[in-house]
C-alpha cells in the first residue's frame, strides 16, 4: 500500500477504535489531521503520532455542527493544502428503549453519528472532486444490519450510514473517490468497557470467534479501504465481528 504524501482526516481519532486508526496510518507515513470533540485526547494523540515521523495536526471537532466542521477543513487546507482520507469514526452512544427514549437522546444520537458523516462527506468531496482521487470510511456497526435492543437511534444511525455511503459511491465513482463502511461488531473501547459483565458473556456467547475484537482489527479493514489498493471497491461494507453477523 502506497500512500506517499497523502493526508487523512479521522474524526474522534483522539481514543478508541480512531486512535487506532490513527496510529496505523501514521506507521504507513500519512500525514495527519485528528479531530476530536475532546482536546486534551487530541493534543495526546498528536504528541504520540508525530514520534512516527509524520506530520499531524490537531482540531477541536464537533461532528454535528456544519460551522465546526468547515473550520476543521480549513485548519486542513491551510495546513496540507489536500485531504485525500476521510474517516469517519466519531460516534456515540444513549441507549434506552425505545419507549423510554428520550427525543433529545434521539436528536443528539442521530446528529453525530449520520448527520456529522453528511457534514464531513460533503466539505472533504469538494476538495477530492478537484483532486479526482479521495478515499471516504464510514464507521457503521453490526447494531445497522441485526438490530439492537435499546439502540434504536443507534441502529437507525449506523443504517443510514450505510445507505449514505453507497449513494457517495455513486455519485462520485466517475471522480476517483470511493465510498464504503466497515460494520465493526464488539470491539474492546471504552464504548463497550460500560456494559455489565452479564450483558458482555451474553454477547460473547454469540461470537463465533470467542472474543470481542480489538481496535486493531478494525483499523486494519479500514486502512485496506483507505488505500490506493481498494480502487476498484466501492459502496461496499466491510464486516469485522468474527462472525457474530454474516
Ligand atoms: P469511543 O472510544 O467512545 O471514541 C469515540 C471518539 O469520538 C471519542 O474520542 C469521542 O470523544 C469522539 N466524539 C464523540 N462525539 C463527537 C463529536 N460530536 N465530534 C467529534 N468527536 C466526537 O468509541 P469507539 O468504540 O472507538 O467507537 C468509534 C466508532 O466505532 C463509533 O462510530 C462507534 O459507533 C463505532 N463502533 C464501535 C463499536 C465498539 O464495539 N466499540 C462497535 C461498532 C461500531 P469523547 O471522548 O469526548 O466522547
Not at 161 to 188: D, Q, S, W
Request: proline share 2%; aromatic share 6%; net charge neutral.
Amino acid at each position: 500500500m502506497d500512500f506517499k504524501g497523502q493526508v487523512a482526516l479521522v474524526t474522534g481519532g483522539g481514543r478508541g477504535i480512531g486512535r487506532a486508526i490513527a496510529e496505523g496510518f501514521a506507521k504507513k507515513g500519512v500525514n495527519l489531521a485528528i479531530a476530536d470533540i475532546n482536546p486534551d485526547a487530541v493534543s495526546e494523540a498528536v504528541a504520540a503520532l508525530t514520534a512516527f515521523g509524520v506530520r499531524a495536526i490537531g482540531i477541536s471537532l464537533d461532528v454535528s455542527k456544519a460551522e465546526s466542521v468547515k473550520k476543521t477543513f480549513d485548519d486542513i487546507r491551510k495546513e496540507f493544502n489536500r485531504i485525500d482520507i476521510l474517516i469517519n469514526n466519531a460516534g456515540i452512544t444513549k441507549d434506552g428503549l425505545l419507549l423510554r427514549m428520550k427525543e433529545e437522546d434521539w436528536d443528539s444520537v442521530v446528529n453525530i453519528n449520520l448527520k456529522g458523516v453528511f457534514l464531513c462527506s460533503r466539505e472533504a468531496i469538494k476538495d477530492m472532486s478537484k483532486q479526482r482521487y479521495g478515499r471516504i470510511v464510514n464507521i457503521s456497526s453490526v447494531a445497522a444490519f441485526m438490530g439492537n435492543a435499546g439502540q434504536a437511534n443507534y441502529s437507525a444511525s449506523k443504517a443510514g450510514i450505510v445507505g449514505l455511503t453507497k449513494t457517495i459511491a455513486k455519485e462520485y465513482a466517475g471522480r476517483g473517490i470511493t465510498a464504503n463502511a466497515v460494520a465493526p461488531g464488539f470491539i474492546k473501547t471504552a464504548m463497550t468497557d460500560v456494559l455489565p459483565e452479564n450483558v458482555k458473556e451474553e454477547m460473547i456467547k454469540l461470537i463465533p470467534a470467542g472474543r470481542f475484537g480489538i481496535v486493531e482489527d478494525v483499523a486494519n479493514a479500514v486502512i485496506f479501504l483507505a488505500s490506493p489498493d481498494s480502487d476498484y471497491i466501492t459502496g461496499h461494507v466491510i464486516h469485522v465481528n468474527g462472525g457474530m453477523y454474516m
